[in-house]
């Protein structure tokens, strides 16, 4: 109510007043705390999909390597040198790629 609780109550309005502050302060809390645990759900589901995608293409990844192998088609070792020198192209190392793939 503002200046009319005050007019009208004096302390007890403003009392009132800052009664009806805090609680809505408490009502936007709970309602961000609430839409960051929503969104916070949101990353969770899309990490456990795709950390799914990729234990699935780690998978693929590891049946074609072997197939490949005992097929005679690729060599392991030549395959691991070959991997080893990828990894390196992006100046690093790190059993990761960033550069180009062709």
Known sequence: MGWGRMLLLGNLGQQLDIEDQRQEIQNLRAR??????????????????LERQNDEMKLYLAALVRYLAAKGAIDLKEFAKLVEEVDAEDGTADGRFDGNVV
């Open 32 to 49: 961000v705390q609430s839409e960051s645990r929503q969104a916070a759900q949101g990353i969770e589901m899309r990490l456990d999909a």
